[in-house]
């Protein structure tokens, strides 16, 4: 924990290299629960990695910062990277609803953040789908008081139906069949998928991020680093046209 100006901030620091790159974090997670693959590629290759719990999200609380936006956020973030002596950070990366955080860091603070690095980011269009029982649903299911419930739910199917558990989570996640996504996990990524899922929690984090949506200025022109956006036209959580608002908007170079 960083006890900040702005308010106490959970963090987690790793890797040895002299390079930093920030990883802001989707739904569900925080500092504590690595994120997998994305963070294993930056410290194998020899970056730290500073991972910050998002508002809401693990021990940060809600109220951290001036508000909480990913606007607010991203200057508490420029402030945790100040208390731990990081005056460069290589990159940063925005993963899913972290994604507008990543923008607004890179725009507001382009002495620090060099590049920006976008993996099947939220941007600025409806999510997390242009359905209102969509956004409805997913705003009931994980409230706060509610989200603990439905998140034991999980993870007693998966417990007691492994693969009926993960063909219903996919099912949201893909827009591919799920029975075909699940015959191209191996084991090990089977058994990796249900041990994220059986660690996930919303906390007050992911109503938020719902509300966000109303609240959060659109900054991608004012982003001048070099940006890589990276998205899936089969991803159906983040659909493929906000990879596709962001490259239009973003006013630096950027590579899809």
């Not at 359905?131 to 199917?157: K, N």
């Not at 007691?160 to 996640?173: E, K, S």
Request: a positive charge; aromatic letters at 6%.
């Amino acid at each position: 924990m960083a006890r900040l100006g702005a308010g106490p901030v959970e963090y987690r620091l790793e890797g040895h290299g002299e390079a930093t790159v920030v990883v802001l974090h989707g739904g569900h997670l925080r500092a504590g629960l690595a994120v997998g693959e994305a963070e294993a590629v930056f410290t194998a290759l020899g970056y730290r990695v500073l991972a910050p719990s998002r508002p809401g999200y693990g021990r940060t609380p809600l109220q951290t910062g001036t508000a909480p936006t990913p606007t607010g956020f991203a200057d508490v973030t420029a402030e945790l990277c100040q208390h731990l002596g990081i005056d460069q950070v290589a990159a940063a990366v925005g993963i899913s609803g972290g994604g507008p955080t990543a923008i607004a860091m890179a725009a507001r603070h382009p002495g620090l953040v060099q590049r920006l690095i976008l993996e099947s980011a939220v941007g600025f269009l409806p999510w997390p789908n242009t359905s209102r029982p969509g956004r409805v649903v997913a705003t009931v299911a994980f409230a706060a008081g509610i989200e603990q419930a439905t998140w034991g739910a999980v993870r007693a199917l998966l417990r007691l139906a492994p693969t009926i558990g993960l063909r219903v989570l996919l099912g949201g996640l893909s827009t591919k069949p799920a029975g075909q996504v699940l015959a191209g996990l191996s084991a090990e990524q089977r058994a990796t998928l249900v041990a994220l899922f059986s660690r996930m929690r919303s906390g007050r984090g992911f109503t938020n991020d719902l509300r966000d949506l109303r609240r959060r200025p659109e900054v991608t022109p004012e982003v001048a680093q070099p940006t890589l956006v990276i998205a899936s036209r089969q991803d159906a959580a983040v659909p493929f046209a906000h990879a596709q608002s962001l490259l239009a908007g973003i006013g630096g170079p950027n590579w899809s």
